[in-house]
């Protein structure tokens, strides 16, 4: 069946790069998501990216996909303490439902 | 820029009550969506909703939840007998048939049941 599956915790110095990555299961996806929830707060579309792209970048964000081993990463570079959060991964099926993984929270420490 | 918006933010009720969340979904939408978190865990699927029909929907989405699109602008999650269980974040979602697919989601009703 369908799966999404992330690590759960990420520590990180502010300034460095953060990487976290996903797995899916579902190869017919059409699209993969990255998408950031704040404490107490909805969930905000970071970005996304089409299954037939290998790579999209977005000012600190980079999305690469490896579709051959269905993995999914998220490059935040420079990582400042408002990227404190939890990034949740998700995929798509024909009729637009999202699968999400577990979320990974990311700490930024100074 | 339009949003998806959610009320109540947060609703308590009593186990067995009838509850309505609601949701206005961004105008030119045409596809429209609920998924809950209960706390701590990940977010899971509901039900889609597309030209006025269920497209889709989860285990979770049994007898007891309905939804509605009663006015061209509201989407409504009915859960007719609240359960302990039941108690979670719930968020609505749309998104514009054409588009890149994506999914906007507002910002969640918390409910809670005692």
């Known amino acids: 069946g369908e799966d999404v599956e992330q690590s759960l915790f990420l520590s990180v110095r502010e300034g460095d790069s953060s990487v976290i990555n996903c797995t899916y299961t579902?190869?017919?996806?059409?699209?993969l998501y990255w998408y950031k929830q704040e404490p107490g707060a909805g969930l905000q579309l970071l970005t996304y990216i089409f299954s037939n792209m290998d790579m999209k970048q977005d000012q600190r964000l980079t999305v690469l996909l490896n579709k051959k081993d269905k993995h999914l990463s998220l490059r935040i570079a420079d990582t400042q303490t408002g990227d404190s959060a939890i990034y949740f991964c998700?995929?798509?099926?024909?009729?637009?439902?999202?699968?999400f993984g577990a979320g990974t929270r990311l700490a930024v420490h100074p | 820029e339009p949003e998806v918006t959610q009320t109540p933010s947060h609703q308590v009720t009593q186990m067995g009550q009838e509850v309505i969340l609601r949701c206005v979904p961004i105008s030119n939408h045409l596809y429209f969506y609920w998924y809950r978190q209960i706390l701590g865990q990940k977010v899971e699927f509901l039900v889609s909703?597309?030209?006025?029909?269920?497209?889709?929907k989860s285990e979770i989405f049994d007898d007891q939840f309905s939804v509605e699109r009663p006015d061209g602008s509201n989407f409504t999650l009915k859960i007719r007998s609240t359960k302990l269980e039941d108690s979670a974040m719930y968020f609505c979602?749309?998104?514009?048939?054409?588009?890149?697919?994506?999914?906007?989601f507002g910002p969640g009703t918390r409910l809670t049941v005692l």
């Open positions: 909703f597309y030209n006025n029909e269920i497209s889709e």
């Open positions: 979602a749309s998104r514009e048939t054409g588009s890149t697919d994506t999914q906007y």
């Open positions: 998700a995929e798509s099926n024909e009729v637009g439902k999202l699968i």
């Open positions: 579902d190869s017919s996806s059409t699209y």
